[in-house]
């Protein structure tokens, strides 16, 4: 009676980890990493603003590397710490993974 105890433990445990990224994250949530990734960065962002933030499309997830590919066009604006304003308008490619505390982030 252990032995299958354990056997339907280990396949629960196994059918969760399969399912823990089975989902790409919602267009929300890439707006959200992909703000709180850039605020901070290497450019000294103060305050960071999408005027425009559409997912155009997103590909099949990357077993291997664990990541959702996604191609993302974004147009807004930021302000430095310096209090300079910019405007930026691009498409970009970015792949989006859960860190180890189940949390969304972005590469």
């Not at 992909?34 to 099949?60: C, N, P, T, W």
């Amino acid at each position: 009676m252990k032995k299958w105890t354990f056997v339907l433990s280990v396949i629960a445990v196994f059918g969760f980890l399969l399912t823990a990224c089975s989902n790409p994250p919602s267009e929300k949530v890439m707006q959200d990493v992909m703000l709180k990734a850039h605020v901070g960065s290497v450019i000294v962002v103060r305050d960071i603003k999408y005027d425009v933030f559409e997912v155009k499309q997103i590909g099949k997830y990357n077993k291997r590397s664990e990541y959702w590919p996604a191609e993302i066009h974004i147009k807004g604006f930021y302000i430095s710490t310096y209090g300079d304003r910019d405007e930026f308008d691009f498409v970009c490619d970015e792949k989006f993974y859960k860190d180890d505390y189940g949390e969304w982030r972005v590469r």
